[in-house]
């Protein structure tokens, strides 16, 4: 056996420091000035093994830590985290550091490691002394590995004097979602191609699982966060208690050290990110733990949050009900391989003055014209739209409007709010918008189903 049995049992610093707010170098320099363990609840005594270094490393499957070194000792990760590490054939290196989303790239021939980026997500812990203090120790070991060896199906990273840094073990497949208490709701942790994927869910006090209620995703935009985009634009947790329907919230992951999804968009071109999969792993994994109506699931998001609204309406048709999009598009890749498997409802809401996502267009994204009337030739809709003013609502003299496609299969409906003079943004009427975006979605939305529109006296929604 390569690894000893615990031999010094370590204290956690959350009780000593519950006020701490500082960066991975100072968590170091802290546990490193009090002689304290930063790891979870043993170290660990490993014996030298005689395995020579620069074992290849196996790349495209998921690894979790075992063991890491915190002050000269191999310790366990605190209870209720998981540290992941995915390495790519392409020198690549991400993960989940029990907190935050990292991103790396090691070298392939001498099987060293070079922290580029770290995404700061915090998903739920920039309060949990203890485990940022861990997250820094992790990420230095990181950066202090020079070699590799493989022993009883364990990945070690050592350092320049052979010293064990970090011991991986094979992660668990697809499995049940890991869920704690997240101020607001649920922060999870799904086991997705070997990464840990992250996402929020909310269960409105409503819900008794007495019926079946709809499930709504909400997305992201592009370098953004689950927490900030829900919390700080799109927030539906009121209307989840009040029309009793399940929200979730995922969390993308990173390419080159920034959040995304992949749509085939320029920036991500290269991404391997597999978010349609990912997405139907949460739809299975939510429905098998709650009562969700299978026929009421829909998507929705902001700019990169929109692009995948629209990629699963496309490549998971069997499955999304409606979609809404703010700010979003279709990519080029996105609107190639659109087939869709049924008349979708699709709603967008876009500014005409975006400078960040044209309304017009470019090389990389369609226009929005394009890709309204793309949807209502699919759905089968009337070729001419109807159009009808908004109501200015914060006077400021510049009249929005709504445009409809009707007579659709399934009556189902594609409609467009074009906002005159708003920008790349998420519109609510507090902020000085003529709508809120929030209520907006959920009354088009609420009205479908997989087989279209919903008999009035089926519908959740108060009108």
Request: charged share 15%; net charge negative; hydrophobic share 35%.
């Amino acid at each position: 056996m390569l690894l000893t049995k615990t031999v010094t049992v370590m204290e956690t610093t959350q009780a000593l420091f519950p006020s701490l707010r500082l960066f991975p170098s100072c968590c170091i320099l802290l546990c490193m000035t009090l002689s304290i363990g930063c790891g979870g609840s043993g170290s660990v005594a490993i014996s030298k093994s005689s395995e020579p270094l620069g074992t290849p490393i196996t790349t495209n499957i998921g690894w979790q830590v075992q063991y890491y070194r915190s002050e000269g000792s191999l310790v366990t990760p605190i209870d209720g985290t998981n540290i992941t590490a995915n390495f790519t054939v392409d020198g690549r290196l991400s993960g989940s550091s029990g907190c935050n989303n990292y991103f790396a790239s090691y070298d392939k021939t001498n099987q060293s490691i070079h922290i580029e980026k770290i995404a700061l997500t915090k998903m739920a812990c920039s309060d949990k002394t203890g485990i940022m203090m861990q997250e820094a120790t992790y990420l230095e070991n990181l950066t202090s590995a020079v070699a590799t060896a493989i022993a009883d199906n364990s990945l070690i990273l050592k350092n320049a004097s052979g010293e064990t840094l970090i011991v991986f073990i094979l992660a668990p497949g697809v499995g049940k979602a890991k869920c704690s208490n997240f101020g607001w709701g649920l922060a999870c942790t799904q086991n997705h191609n070997g990464l840990a994927r992250q996402y929020i869910l909310y269960i409105p006090n409503s819900y008794d699982g007495s019926k079946a209620v709809p499930l709504l995703f909400n997305f992201h935009g592009y370098s953004s966060n689950a927490e900030n985009h829900h919390r700080g634009r799109a927030d539906f947790r009121g209307l989840s208690e009040e029309e009793n329907f399940i929200l979730v919230v995922p969390q993308g992951s990173l390419f080159e050290g920034v959040t995304h999804w992949n749509v085939g968009a320029n920036k991500t071109r290269q991404s391997a990110a597999d978010d349609v999969g990912f997405t139907d792993v949460l739809i299975e994994t939510i429905t098998s733990e709650y009562r969700i109506d299978s026929t009421r699931i829909y998507s929705t998001g902001m700019s990169n949050g929109g692009y995948m609204s629209y990629h699963l309406a496309c490549l998971l048709s069997e499955k999304i009900a409606a979609i809404a999009s703010v700010t979003g598009s279709m990519t080029p890749k996105t609107f190639d391989s659109c087939s869709p498997t049924h008349p979708t409802p699709i709603l967008q809401i876009h500014g005409t003055t975006d400078n960040t996502v044209p309304y017009e267009g470019a090389n990389w994204t369609v226009p929005i014209d394009k890709v309204l009337e793309y949807w209502s030739a699919s759905s089968g809709c009337d070729s001419h739209p109807s159009t009808k003013p908004l109501l200015d609502q914060n006077s400021d003299g510049l009249v929005s409007k709504v445009i409809s496609y009707s007579n659709c299969r399934g009556q189902v409906k594609i409609q467009l709010y074009k906002m005159q003079g708003m920008g790349h943004q998420w519109p609510e009427i507090e902020r000085g918008s003529d709508i809120s975006a929030v209520q907006v979605i959920w009354s088009f939305l609420s009205e479908y189903s997989l087989n279209g529109l919903i008999e009035p006296m089926s519908s959740n929604f108060k009108s």
